[in-house]
């Protein structure tokens, strides 16, 4: 994972910027179809792939696995074919500024994306069902961005035609279910959908399961795409190109939250389910602190070197300091109380988490209504965090009203005054050379984490992974 990041990170920020630096709207559109492509895959996936990984032991052991995963495959291909029919003859309705040329040229290219995306997530579900997570796991965050950066990296110094690069892109995503299909039959694991009955199914408990996910889903996500979809229908999808590069950035504040909640989700879970409410404060409290040190860290790097960075990007994608400030703090104070969202999913009060998520949608679309006129991709970027740490706030009250639980621990408030220092110290210089200058600061402001980590006045947790990793570094380097 970390480095299909660096990969993106390398054309994002060095690539991108010169290649679309004539034509920014090219990289806005890519990014458009995409999100919209994201927002229709959860309709028409129905939520087959969590219905497989919830259902697949029930049924296995029944002995109507394949009969589960071949009415999941029916029922994305069906919902496909009629979102596709709906996407070709009323796709240019969904683009709402005046400049629609290369937009109407190309939205159909979203249909075969749409299909390779459908297919390989219900194959995914279930090759992870059968314990083989490696090949979609590698195929789903890594294969395209190592296409996209050799086709970048060709077109900006070889030569390769927009027409080709969407060619590749269409590529990409119908390939990665042929792979996968492909590796589960070599290993023999591939589902047999011929003999199956449906009959076998309890389609009443699917569906039901089947629609809330799909709510869950479609909130969230445009939760997360809702400022990105209006830049693009409002100003234009060039500063869609230009707000992809804070986007980006801010994507790198998440790594740890995804490794750090498949460790504490199933603990969660359990605790809950022996009513253990201590337990439970212990790991919330214990998220909030490593996530929000971890992600302010990755911040701070980014931070300190803002305007370094925008040079770098160019004077065109170079005018995003603020929209990542933005961004970035709404991030961070996500980070801090995250784990609200994993403590209501497994409550009995779940359905209140899909209330606040329709709730902040609007919420983001208002806001992003109002700003976005005034302070252009700013005010997209201020909308976002206005609105992400108002629904965090909202669930951590009513944790603490119903479980008298909360994320708030002594090792915040050092943590915080940690970041406040180093981030005005690190700030206040910079050297006349500007890469040497990140070098530095970044070298300079790591030493000084790693410091604050060791002393343990923070996370205990982190304080002796980073203990062990030095400890396997130095025996390492003596062998």
């Known amino acids: 994972m970390a480095g299909s990041f660096i990969l993106g990170a390398i054309y994002t920020v060095f690539i991108v910027p010169k290649l679309f630096n004539e034509h920014p709207e090219q990289w806005g559109l890519i990014q458009l179809l995409i999100y919209y492509a994201q927002i229709l895959a959860i309709f028409i996936l129905f939520s087959q792939p969590s219905v497989i990984i919830k259902f697949f032991p ?40 005046t400049n629609r040329g290369l937009y109407e040229k190309y939205y159909l290219i979203l249909i075969p994306i749409l299909l390779g995306s459908v297919v390989f997530e219900v194959l995914a579900a279930y090759s992870r069902i059968r314990k083989r997570s490696v090949m979609p796991f590698f195929l789903g965050t890594s294969l395209q961005k190592v296409v996209f950066f050799v086709a970048l990296v060709v077109m900006l110094f070889i030569g390769l035609s927009f027409n080709l690069l969407i060619l590749l892109l269409i590529a990409t995503f119908l390939v990665k279910p042929i792979i996968l299909f492909v590796d589960l039959v070599m290993v023999k694991m591939h589902p047999n959908l011929v003999k199956s009955s449906l009959r076998s199914l309890d389609f009443r408990k699917i569906f039901d399961y089947s629609v809330f996910g799909v709510f869950g889903g479609i909130a969230y996500l445009l939760i997360m795409r809702v400022d990105s979809l209006m830049i693009g229908n409002m100003l234009g999808l060039d500063q869609l190109a230009f707000y992809s590069i804070p986007v980006f950035l801010v994507t790198a504040m998440s790594i740890p939250e995804k490794s750090i909640a498949q460790i504490s989700l199933p603990v969660i879970s359990s605790l809950h389910a ?38 770098i990007l160019g004077e065109k994608f ?7 400030f933005f961004l970035g703090t709404g991030k961070l104070f996500d980070l801090l109380t995250s784990a609200n969202g994993q403590i209501l999913n497994i409550s009995e009060k779940y359905r209140y988490n899909l209330v606040l998520q329709i709730a902040l949608m609007v919420l983001a679309v208002v806001l992003n209504y109002l700003l976005l006129p005034v302070l252009g991709i700013n005010g997209a970027a201020l909308a976002t965090a206005i609105s992400i740490i108002l629904y965090n706030f909202i669930k951590t009250l009513l944790i603490f009203k119903w479980y008298k639980i909360h994320p708030f621990s002594s090792g915040l408030i050092w943590i915080f005054l940690f970041f406040i220092a180093a981030g005005f110290l690190f700030s206040a210089f910079s050297l006349p050379n500007m890469y040497w200058s990140i070098v530095v600061k970044c070298l300079l402001f790591m030493a000084s984490s790693l410091v604050f ?7 205990d947790d982190i304080k002796e992974e980073t203990r062990r990793l030095i400890r396997k570094y130095f025996i390492n380097a003596k062998g």
């Open 274 to 311: 022996n009513s253990d409410f201590k337990g439970i404060e212990t790991m919330y409290k214990k998220v909030s602190v490593n996530q929000f040190l971890i992600g302010g860290i990755i911040f701070l790097v980014i931070w300190i070197n803002i305007d370094a960075l925008m040079e």
């Open 318 to 324: 170079g005018n995003t300091t603020w929209a990542f």
């Open 58 to 97: 029930e049924y296995y052991n029944k002995g109507a696995a394949n009969t589960l995963v071949a009415f999941s495959l029916i029922i994305v291909i069906g919902l496909f074919c009629i979102f596709g029919i709906v996407w070709y003859f009323f796709g240019t309705s969904f683009y709402f500024e």
């Open 453 to 459: 980590i060791l002393t343990g006045r923070a996370s």
